[in-house]
């Protein structure tokens, strides 16, 4: 089962640059907060799925529920 410490990682990992903050209080939903450069220039929607792509066919899976809120700096 993932940690949101785990989730904060991966996404540090794959948007670099990029400030997150991850909760859960049962470690399958999930809330994050990233703030990127990289989402410059680009909708919600592709914000959003370049974070949902960090996980894959993990989401629905180990990963019940994913709520983002995304913003660049």
Not at 11 to 27: F, M, R, T
Not at 31 to 42: D, L, P, R
Not at 54 to 72: C, D, P, Q, R
């Amino acid at each position: 089962m993932p940690t949101p410490d785990e989730l904060r990682t991966r996404i540090e990992a794959a948007i670099p640059g990029a400030e997150v903050a991850v909760q859960s209080e049962d470690n399958v939903h999930f809330a994050a907060q990233v703030k990127a450069t990289a989402f410059e220039g680009k909708t919600r929607i592709e914000q959003h799925r370049m974070v949902m792509d960090v996980f894959g066919a993990e989401l629905g899976g180990s990963i019940h529920a994913l709520s983002l809120k995304t913003e660049t700096p």
